[in-house]
Every structure is written in C-alpha cells, then in structure tokens.
C-alpha cells in the first residue's frame, strides 16, 4: 500500500494549517488574485520537493507545466540557495515544459505519465496555472460544456497520475473576474474557475490573497483531512516564508 506523504511549501505556519505541506496521492489547488503568489509558490515547491525528508521534501524531481510563460530559473537557483541545494542541480532536476493551447498541455500530462513511469525518481506535478489556456482556447459561450468535458478528462488524468505514481500534483487557479471595480478587495469571496468539475477534482483548496504591505493571507477552504484555517506568510528572495 502506498503511504501519502508531503512538501514543504516553504512556510510553517501553511504547513501547520495543511497537516504537513502538499500531499501526494492527490490534486492540491491555489487560487487567488494576481501576484498573490502562486507562481512563487510553484517555484518553492520546485525546490522543496528535492530536499531531504527531514527538512520537508522528497528528494525527488519535479515537472512542471508552465502555461503562462513564468517559470523563472532565476528563481529555482535563488531558492535553491536559501535551503544550500547547488543551484545547477537543482534546475537540472525539473523538467519545464511550456504550454501554449490546451491540447498541448493535455499532451504533455499525458508524456510526463509516460516519464515518471520510466524514472520512478518524479514526486511533484505542478500545472501552473491549470486553466488559464481552457479559457482562451473555449472563450465562446457555447463552448462552457465542452471546455469543462475537456476539464475533466485532463483533472481525471492528473489525479489517476497522482494515486498511480505516487507523486503531489499541484495546481494554480485563477478567480473569476471582479463584478465591479467596488468589490476590487473583496478578495475572500472570490471564486475559482472551473466550476464544480474543478471543484471535485481538488482534494485540497487554499485559498491565497494579499493582506496589509507584504504580507499575504493563505485559508484552507477545503481538505480531506483538515479544519478550515487560516494563516499569513510572505515572499522573499529565497521563495514563500513565514
Ligand atoms: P498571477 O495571477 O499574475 O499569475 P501569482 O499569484 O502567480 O500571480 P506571483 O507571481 O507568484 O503571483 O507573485 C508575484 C509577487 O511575488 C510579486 O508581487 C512580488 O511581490 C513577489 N516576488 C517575486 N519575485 C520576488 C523576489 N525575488 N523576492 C521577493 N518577492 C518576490
Ligand atoms: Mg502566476
């Protein structure tokens, strides 16, 4: 029987709140406004996912599918730093492919089911951001029950991937847009895209937002085995921190 373990996501305070980091064996979504950092986030984990267990990683590798065209090496080496990992080698184990149309991204889950298969060493998913390209590529109103078919069979893949190799999947979601430039802060009732077949995808959901200057505000609105909570963390050079 596999046993489910977890990354760090390089603060305590949001790892305390999700039992230990992001689990494997299972989908785990952020969502949240712009620059709340879920791509810092991405980035950490990146990094996280390769150190040692008793500093909160795998030591595994990592892939990463980049849909936004965000993914910085820069950022991998400077985390890289702040835990002494070699930043090269660090980078050398992530394998970065760039997404531009969903049919793409769909290949590419289907390649990388075909690598960790070879190389049993991958122990994080990471698809950032999971439905930024769906909603180019199905912009029309007709087109919502096919973008959300389509949805499906890729989030049913994900977490088939995610049981069968054992590794964490981790997604990033956007919100739907602001009704109204009054409401531009209301940021805790923001919803995430995807509707209910997103919804039921995700075993974790943590909801990301911006608090007061650099802080920033993480609520666990969703878990299979955690109390709805709440916690700030912040980003720095060397990636999410407390
Ligand atoms: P989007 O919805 O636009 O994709 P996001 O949630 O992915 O946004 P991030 O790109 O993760 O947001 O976060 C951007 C924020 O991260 C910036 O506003 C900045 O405050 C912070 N940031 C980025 N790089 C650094 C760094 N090197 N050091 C400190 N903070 C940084
Ligand atoms: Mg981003």
Redesign the pocket.
Known sequence: RKRVWSISTGSEALNGILGGGIQSMSITEVF???????????HTLCVAAQLPRDMGGAEGKVAFIDT?G?FRPD?IK?IAERYGLDPDQTMENIIVSRAYNSEQQMDYITKLATIFAEDGQYRLLIV??IMALFRVDYSGRGELSERQQKLNIMLARLNHISEEFNVAVFV?N?VQADPGAALMFASNDRKPVGGHVMAHASATRLL?RKGRG?ERVAKLNDSPDMPEAECSYI???GGIAD
């Open positions: 949240g406004e712009f620059r709340c950092g879920k791509t810092q986030m991405s936004e965000t950022r400077a950032d951001s990033t956007q990301l650099e980003i720095t050079p």
